[in-house]
Each structure stands twice: as C-alpha cells, then as structure tokens.
C-alpha cells in the first residue's frame, strides 16, 4: 500500500514538473513599445534679416485739394468719381465767357496805347529834327518827351493787364496737378465756386505710397547706427497676407525728436505700389531690416517647444534616438526661427511626433510636410539686397 502511494506520488511530482516546464516553454515573449513615428526636419544654414517688425498706415506720397483759382459758375465737370487721373487731364470749366470779355478788354486798351504810344514817338522824333531853339522851345520838347514815357509804361500796364487776363482765362480750365486717384468730387455743374475758397476735389497720388510708422527710443540707437552706413530696406505687406507677399521699399524719413508721452520716434517708409494693392488710411505690417545676419542656423518653429529649462528641440542622431536639446531662439524667419546655439547645419530636429518621444527613445522617421521647408524671409530680400546691406556694414 505504501509502496503504491508512493509510486502514485512520484508520477503525479514528475507530471505536475513536466506540466510547468511545457507551460515554460510556451509562454509568449515580454511586450516591446515600437519606436513613435515623427517627421523630421534639417537644420539649415542662412543669410537672413535682422529687423524690427512694426504695424503703420499707408499715406499718399503726394495729396492735393483741388481749389478754383477764379471765380464763377461750373459748366462741366470731365472726369468719374473715383478715376485714374492723369498729370494735365481737364478735372472742370468755368464759364470762361466773362473772363473772355475781359481778355478783350485788356487786349482794346494795349491797342489803344501802343497807338498812343506811336503819335507821341512822332511828335518827339518831329521835335527834335528842328535845330533851331527858337523854333522849339525845350519845355514843349520836354513835354513831347514826357508824353513818350508815359504812354510806354501805359502799354507795359495794358500788357500786363493782358496777361492777367488771358490767365484767368485759363483758370476758368481746372487740369489734376498730378497723376493720382480722384476721391468723390465736391460740387457738380451748375454750382458757383469761389475763388481759393470752395474745395472742389481731393486727388491722391497712390504709386508711389508711404507707410508711417514708430520705433521706440529703445530701438532708436540700432536704427541710427545702420542708417549711417546707407539706406536701409523695408518690407511693408498687409496684416491678412504672408509674409512673403511684402514689397520691398526704403526708409526715407527719420523724424527729429521723441514724441512726448509716448517715447516713439516717427519714421516713414516708402515702396512702389503700381497696382494699388495698398491704400492710403490702411494699417500695413512694416518690417524695417536693420542688417543681415550671416550663416544663420535655421529650424522649423513648430519643431521648438518650451519646458522648465526653456526652449528646446529633439535632434535625432546617426543611431535613430532622440537627444533633448536647450536652445536660444532668435528671430522668426517666415515659417522657421533662428536658433543662435545649440543645433548644428544639417542635424535632423523632429517637427512632428514630440509628445511620444523623451530623451535617449528611439524614434521612427517618416516623410513630412516640413522636410523641405525653407526660410520664408530670405526671398523678400533677395541675394542682391542681402549683398549690398552687407557690403554697406563691412
């Protein structure tokens, strides 16, 4: 009975041992967390602006308030509310029929003393072939002379009442003084206008256009530093446009003093603006380039992100990880950031995927829409300005 229990033992050890080895041997291996996908990014290197960004208004380079130079009633008005104008297009007329009269006038009065003017000439010329002094005395010969010189000024005053009448002839003729875009008009046919008094249109040149804007004292001392080494260059664009649609220009004016109360100094800018993308009145970004920063290392700004230790990136090295790299951003260059340390030329940062990765984790690679990415600012300056500015610093 022993013997039996025994050997029943012995049987049921040796099957519960080979019943854990097979459990053993079939159990699946430990759960590996594959490496997060991200998309990746190369770091590049780049001439780009330093600037200041600021927002102003348009103004018109040129503004004229058409006014009558005589005065009368409005015949025709000869241009549409609104229009292009040309330098010399007729704008309105003037009855010119009184002004006319008077140009007659003037011209009967210059007739009347040029003839005048011819008897007295022959009297004297008469007077003075006689040599015998007994015959002429000199005080009818001084009178004769006398009577020369003032029919001479008689006609230079007829001549000049002439012309003063054959201009305001021409006045009754009103022409835009310049090429620009006619606001809406002020009087119709049929009003009576004032001389230098009734305003009758506003006309506005729009190409080219300024843009009026401020820096701060504190940015005065940079802006005046590279303005004596030559004109600096603006990029003026509106505030719903990217960046890459501004238009070159330059900086023409530097007000004299600090605003008071505000501590900003007025500068104005000046671009061409042949197809009137820009208006007078019309808040516009202006970004006034200061210099040009050589061999810049750029990065895409979505691959930047803050933590307790500041600004940071993940660069992914030769073995696949992801190493955590402190950086100092610079300034934002269109859809990238300038990045002063901390990233080299050519090093791979990750643009999208972060919230997966942590230091030392090995990451995926895949294709996206910012691995070819490039600096947005650089292409409004261009190679050339970029090459003047830097010639001008050195």
Not at 106 to 116: R, V
Not at 182 to 199: E, F
């Amino acid at each position: 009975m022993n013997r039996r229990f025994g050997s029943f033992v012995r049987t049921g050890l040796a099957g519960f041992c080979l019943a854990l080895t097979a459990c053993h041997k079939s159990a699946p291996p430990a759960f590996q967390q594959p490496p997060p996908p991200v998309s990746v990014s190369l770091a590049v290197a780049q001439d780009v602006p330093v600037y200041l960004d600021e927002i102003g208004l348009g103004a018109a380079s040129e503004s004229v308030i058409v006014t009558p130079q005589v005065s009368g009633r409005i015949t025709e008005r000869s241009f549409e509310d609104g229009a292009d104008l040309k330098k010399g297009q007729l704008l309105f007329t003037i009855d010119p029929r009184p002004f006319q009269a008077q140009l007659d006038a003037a011209q009967a009065q210059l007739a009347q003393g040029k003839a005048a003017l011819e008897l007295a000439k022959s009297q004297l010329d008469m007077y003075s072939a006689v040599s015998d002094t007994r015959a002429v005395s000199k005080s009818d010969y001084d009178t004769k002379k006398n009577t020369v010189a003032v029919d001479e000024a008689q006609v230079l005053a007829a001549q000049a009442a002439v012309e003063s009448a054959r201009l305001n002839l021409e006045y009754c003729s009103m022409h835009s003084p310049l090429n620009g875009r006619a606001g809406r008009r002020l009087v119709d046919a049929g009003n009576i206008v004032n001389a230098n008094q009734t305003p009758l249109l506003s006309i506005q040149r729009l190409d080219p256009l300024y843009a009026d804007f401020t820096v701060t004292e504190r940015d005065l001392p940079k802006v005046l530093e590279q303005m004596a080494q030559g004109t600096l260059k603006t990029l003026v664009r509106l505030p719903t446009e990217p960046e890459l649609s501004a238009c070159p220009g330059e900086l023409t004016f530097l007000d004299n003093a600090v605003q008071n109360g505000t501590g900003t100094v007025n500068l104005r800018a000046t671009f061409p603006n042949p197809d009137h993308r820009f208006w007078p009145g019309q808040f516009v970004r202006v970004r006034l380039v200061l210099a040009v920063k050589k061999a810049a290392v750029l990065v895409p700004t979505e691959a930047t992100q803050i933590g307790q230790q500041g600004a940071f990136v993940y660069v992914v090295n030769s073995e696949q990880s992801a190493e955590l790299r402190l950086v100092t951003l610079g300034q934002r260059q269109g859809d990238r950031i300038v990045v002063e340390n901390g990233v080299k030329p050519g090093e791979q940062v990750v643009v999208t995927g972060q919230l997966a990765v942590y230091p030392g984790a090995k990451v995926r690679i895949e294709a996206g829409p910012s691995g070819s990415s490039a600096p947005a600012m650089a292409a409004p300056l261009g190679e050339k300005q970029a090459g003047k500015m830097e010639g001008r610093k050195s």
